[in-house]
């Protein structure tokens, strides 16, 4: 973290600060600033990687915001995906603004507030595009653009320096699932007057062409419901309204009942519909306890775990271990999603499960079942056509995707009358704005703060070494040896704590409670489940977190240590 002071905003400079998704992707979010006013936009998270143990959500240092303090004046959405709003419950409590998004995202919003206890209803004010609001000196304007789910603005930010435009995530659909086509219009009218900058996603810059509109994975899955004779598993991004929509159009066309199954996308599928975004005709829509009462080759079945996440509804229905869906010799699994970095061993042992099962398994690799959400070079280089901004920032991607955005920025607006000024900023980074023109001055503090569900701790090296060792109400160590040959355990398991604080007189209690609770996870688990590591590990370390809480009242960091003997 860079530990410099923040800065105040200067006279009459536009400053604008990007406090995360500036070489990475995820935990989005920007300052804008103008003497006594700041307005944010975003405020997302990041997932993190196996090895950042304890940890749930990544979001960026706030330490920019708190010292603006009661400067801050307004939270501003772009859209609904986690990577733009999954900060939103963390940022609220630091300043008293408004938070502006368009219903679709401020409905996927309130569940989030809701579970943290923050009652903010009165401070979310929805918008629709082509509406403008005036914050202090900044007039912003929502601009409807085409992205993987319903309700997606760019954002044109007025100030007395001139226009920035912050293209938020975005792809030119020009079939959009819903209608709501991208506002080309408005972007070129806006380049027409002048913009002073723009902002934007660079997270596909490195794909050649046009990304494909939605309606483009029809075809792969008319043919997948014809050939299915059992029934059609499709995993997805919960917020992928669109397809959702799609498949829900193609099971009333060949007469299938559709189930969503896993939380977060019933929960989505339930808020789309009351807001009319997601129709499902009468009759369809069934509960997924009631998909064993219906033929397989009548069902269709949406859920979550493409990623392969250990308690996600597809890891579970692939080992048998959902409550309601199992899996048949003539179902077919169909992954509708991209894989994440880092997820491809938990995709391919879900897959290995699958197969097991007997039932076929589908990917994006195979038929053309999934579509980006992102515009690729050509749509980002129309977008800079358009727009043709003074200066440009390239946001949203890795380094890499930044510097190769700057690249073709800078060959799309070569023969323009003014050349294009290129602003390759970081994380950090005050991007100034005034009458001698636009430069990158110093930095503010900057970094990453991890949360886990009982308290919040800001990383560093020093830092994320102490999580991997003691978390703050300690660490346990269950070491578990399992027959390779049977399944079974072998001999007791061994608990070793750290930092992890009881009664002297019932910490031996504890420990063999906590080793029954091991042997009785175990004993209850079938074959394939001890014999897949991580999902042993992640099962036994769910059932010993809630013992810990349930007996002690605090939730040390366990770490089951799983060995085939």
Not at 151 to 166: E, K, M, W
Not at 479 to 493: H, N, W, Y
Not at 504 to 510: E, I, N, Q, R
Request: aromatic share 6%; glycine share 8%; net charge negative.
């Amino acid at each position: 973290m860079n530990q410099s002071a923040v800065p105040d905003v200067s006279p009459a400079t536009l400053e604008v600060v990007p406090l995360g998704g500036l070489g990475e992707f995820g935990m989005n979010m920007m300052a804008v600033s103008w003497e006594d006013t700041t307005i944010l936009v975003d405020a997302g998270v990041m997932f993190p990687d196996p090895d950042q143990l304890g940890v749930d959500l990544i979001i960026p240092d706030l330490t920019f915001v708190e010292a603006r303090g009661s400067k801050v004046k307004a939270l501003l959405l772009t859209h609904g995906h986690e990577d733009h709003i999954g900060g939103v419950p963390h940022v609220l409590p630091l300043f008293d603004g408004p938070v502006y998004g368009t219903p679709f995202t401020l409905a996927l919003l309130q569940p989030k507030l809701e579970e943290h206890d923050i009652d903010a209803r009165d401070r979310l004010k929805p918008v629709q595009p082509r509406d403008t609001v005036t914050i202090g000196p900044f007039t912003v304007e929502f601009i409807r653009v085409t992205h993987s789910m319903p309700d997606c603005v760019a954002l044109a930010i007025t100030s007395p320096a001139g226009t920035i435009i912050h293209t938020g995530d975005f792809k030119i659909d020009q079939t959009p699932i819903d209608s709501q086509h991208f506002d080309l219009h408005r972007f070129a009218e806006l380049g027409a007057r002048g913009v002073l900058a723009l902002f934007a996603d660079s997270t596909n810059i490195d794909r050649p062409g046009f990304t494909g509109p939605e309606i483009d994975v029809i075809e792969a899955f008319e043919e997948l419901f014809t050939s299915t004779h059992g029934k059609l598993v499709v995993a997805m991004f919960s917020s992928s309204i669109y397809r959702m929509q799609v498949l829900v159009d193609l099971a009333a066309q060949f007469e299938r009942k559709v189930a969503f199954v896993g939380r977060s996308l019933v929960q989505n599928s339930e808020i789309a519909q009351r807001l009319g975004f997601l129709r499902v005709p009468s009759g369809t829509q069934i509960r997924d306890s009631d998909v064993q009462n219906y033929a397989a080759q009548d069902v269709l079945c949406i859920t979550t775990g493409s990623q392969g996440e250990p308690q996600a509804a597809l890891p579970r229905i692939a080992i048998d271990d959902h409550r309601h869906v199992r899996l048949g010799p003539d179902d077919t699994v169909v992954l509708s999603a991209r894989a994440i970095p880092g997820n491809d061993k938990a995709i391919a042992r879900t897959m290995s499960h699958i197969a097991r099962r007997g039932a076929d398994v589908v990917t994006a690799d195979m038929k053309h079942v999934h579509v980006s959400g992102h515009g690729s070079a050509e749509e980002l280089k129309l977008m800079i056509s358009l727009v043709r901004p003074r200066y440009f920032v390239p946001i949203h991607g890795e380094y890499r995707q930044l510097s190769q955005h700057a690249r073709v920025a800078k060959r799309v607006m070569s023969g323009a009358e003014r050349t294009l000024q290129v602003l390759l900023a970081e994380d950090g980074d005050v991007i100034q704005f005034d009458a001698e023109g636009g430069r990158i001055g110093e930095k503010v503090p900057t970094g990453r703060v991890l949360i886990d569900v009982t308290r919040v701790g800001e990383i560093g090296d020093e830092v994320l070494r102490d999580r991997r060792h003691i978390a703050a109400d300690g660490l346990v160590i269950a070491v578990v040896a399992i027959s390779r040959a049977t399944g079974s355990l072998v001999g007791e398991p061994e608990l070793v704590s750290r930092g992890f604080v009881v009664d002297a007189g019932t910490g031996d209690v504890l420990f063999k409670e906590a080793a029954m609770v091991i042997g009785e996870s175990i004993a209850g688990s079938s074959v394939e489940e001890r014999a897949d590591q991580g999902l042993m590990t992640e099962k036994l370390r769910v059932e010993l977190r809630r013992f810990f809480k349930k007996r002690s009242g605090r939730r040390p960091l366990v770490l089951p240590v799983v060995m085939e003997v």
